[in-house]
Every structure is written in structure tokens, then in C-alpha cells.
């Protein structure tokens, strides 16, 4: 019996083939949502693990000292993100530019800052290896040339008032007007008995906001290791500076790239995702270490 006697046939139809094609885009629709939520899981969980190493090396760092690390000292030096390399394994690059050295000016050839630190990115914004390096205008401060620097996604909690101790950060001359309420202050280290509100309930460490397409742009995303410029490497968070609302949010706020949340570590080590929604006077005792006021209970 022949082939076409028997009603065999060699393909699919075309309508056969549509059907085919539409079963499969509608599986792919329903996959696609379930694997970015995996990865976004995943990236959290490397997030979380970032702002713990950096708890961890504070705290470190508070044992060896007696007090956390400044958030910079005055002038042309060092931030807190530099005194904590040899607590994550960094020594090597700490040595070359060791707390209490040079300003950076007297730096002939400070290329070591563009080094990027893995523990600084969160995996759900970008790569250590992919961030571009932040790069000061020629000539800005007095300079003959360009100060580069790494850029990072986490930033120091200096507390309320928008400052950390040192105004402009020129050099201890220039005080602010309102003294500093964060666990990071300029020039001297908070002790653990300063944070009389609890540790577990004042912010040390959170997610940095950078707005949307300002990637190693002033004064979003710059120096991370430099102390001249506060902005770069530290936030406020409290009345007037809330959680970022939207990734455009230009403010200088905290906030991260997961949605609802933004994740921080905490004073006793703990790291904890606080709503991007929660009220600023809330979010306010949070990061105030000495007010004497009951902690939000829902964050």
C-alpha cells in the first residue's frame, strides 16, 4: 500500500505550525517572570551577603580601635570604605595608601583608586568588573589633572542632618552648624556606647541610590574612597530624606535596585530590608543613634 494510500503525510500543517509557536510563546511568558524572580532572589541574597562582610568588617575594625571608622577624616583623605579594606581581605591595597597618609594631591600617581571591591556592587544593579570609574573634572580643587576613583552601591549612615561633621570636608575648621546623629562621624569614631538606642535598631550601612543614567556621575555615584567629596560615599536618611521613591529620583537618599526594599546592615551586625515606603520620621529613628525615642516596630 502506498503512502498517500494510507493518508500519511511528511510535516506539520501551517496552522499546525502556528498553534505549535503560540504554545510555546505562552510557555516562554509564563517561564520568563519565574526565572527573573530567581535571579532577583538570588541577587538579594548576594546583596545581603555584601552589606553582612561590611557589617562584619566595622565591627572588626571597632575591636581593634575601640571605635567604628570615621566616615573620612579632613581634607584630602581617606573615607570609611578605605579604613575597612584590611578587615575585607584587602590589606595589599590598604598599604598603599594606610590611614593617616598623604593627601591625596601629594599622591603622584594614585591609580590604585580605581580599583573596584567586589563586596561594594550589588549584583542587581551591576558587576565590580562592568562599573565605570568615577573621573573629577581637570582642574576642579586646584588640580592639575584628573583624581579617579572607584565607584560602590553601599553608603555610610551619618544620621539625620545631612552632614557629617565637617560641612564642606576641607578640614576641621569648617564644623557644621548641627552636630552629626549617625553611627559614621568625620574625623572621630562613634564608640559603641554612643549608640544609646540600641544597635539593632540604628542603620550603619545601606544601599546607595543612584539615579537612573547617572552611573559614575557627581555627586550620585563618584570617589567611594576619597573624603573630600561626603556625598560620594555616605547618605542621610530621615525628615527630608527619604528611601528613593523611583529609580529617577534625584535626591541623595538612600534606595536600591530591588523593588519595595531597600536593604541595610544594621549596627549589631544584622542586615535587614527596610520598606522604601516607610515614613521618613520612622526611617528618621532608624538612623539617629542617640535620640531616645522607641523604634518603629514595622519597617
Excluded at 600617581?109 to 580605581?114: A, G, H, I, Q, R
Excluded at 552648624?177 to 556606647?193: I, L, S
Excluded at 554612643?194 to 543614567?213: A, C, R
Aim: aromatic share 10%; net charge neutral; with cysteine.
Amino acid at each position: 500500500m502506498s503512502r498517500a494510500t494510507r493518508g500519511w503525510r511528511d510535516g506539520f500543517t501551517l496552522i499546525e505550525l502556528l498553534v505549535v509557536i503560540a504554545v510555546i510563546a505562552i510557555l516562554m511568558g509564563l517561564l520568563l517572570p519565574a526565572v527573573q524572580k530567581v535571579r532577583e532572589a538570588a541577587n538579594r541574597a548576594k546583596c545581603q551577603n555584601n552589606l553582612k562582610q561590611i557589617g562584619l568588617a566595622c565591627h572588626n575594625y571597632e575591636n581593634a580601635r575601640g571605635y567604628f571608622p570615621p566616615s573620612r577624616l579632613a581634607g584630602e583623605v581617606q573615607t570609611w570604605a578605605w579604613f575597612i579594606l584590611p578587615q575585607l581581605e584587602q590589606n595589599n591595597l590598604y598599604q598603599k595608601w594606610p590611614e593617616g597618609g598623604p593627601q591625596i594631591g601629594n599622591i603622584p600617581f594614585p591609580d590604585f583608586l580605581n580599583t573596584p571591591i567586589p563586596v561594594y556592587f550589588c549584583p542587581s544593579r551591576r558587576e565590580s568588573g562592568t562599573a565605570k570609574g568615577f573621573q573629577q573634572p581637570i582642574g576642579d580643587c586646584g588640580f592639575p589633572t584628573s583624581v579617579g576613583g572607584a565607584v560602590a552601591d553601599y553608603a555610610a549612615g551619618v544620621g539625620t542632618t545631612g552632614d557629617d561633621g565637617i560641612g564642606g570636608g576641607m578640614g576641621p575648621q569648617e564644623p557644621s552648624a548641627v552636630p552629626p546623629n549617625g553611627v559614621f562621624v568625620a574625623v572621630r569614631g562613634v564608640r559603641v556606647a554612643d549608640i544609646t538606642d540600641g544597635l539593632s535598631h540604628t542603620i550603619l550601612v545601606g544601599e546607595k541610590h543612584v539615579p537612573e543614567g547617572q552611573s559614575a556621575s557627581y555627586p550620585w555615584d563618584c570617589n567611594t574612597y576619597d573624603g573630600h567629596n561626603v556625598v560620594c560615599s555616605t547618605r542621610s536618611a530621615g525628615p527630608g530624606f527619604p528611601i528613593a521613591q523611583s529609580p529617577k529620583d534625584p535626591r541623595r537618599v538612600f534606595g536600591g535596585p530591588h523593588v519595595g526594599i531597600c536593604m541595610f546592615a544594621f549596627a549589631d551586625g544584622g542586615v535587614r530590608p527596610v520598606r522604601s515606603s516607610i515614613d521618613e520620621y520612622a526611617l528618621g529613628l532608624l538612623s539617629h543613634r542617640s535620640d531616645g525615642q522607641a523604634p518603629p516596630s514595622d519597617y
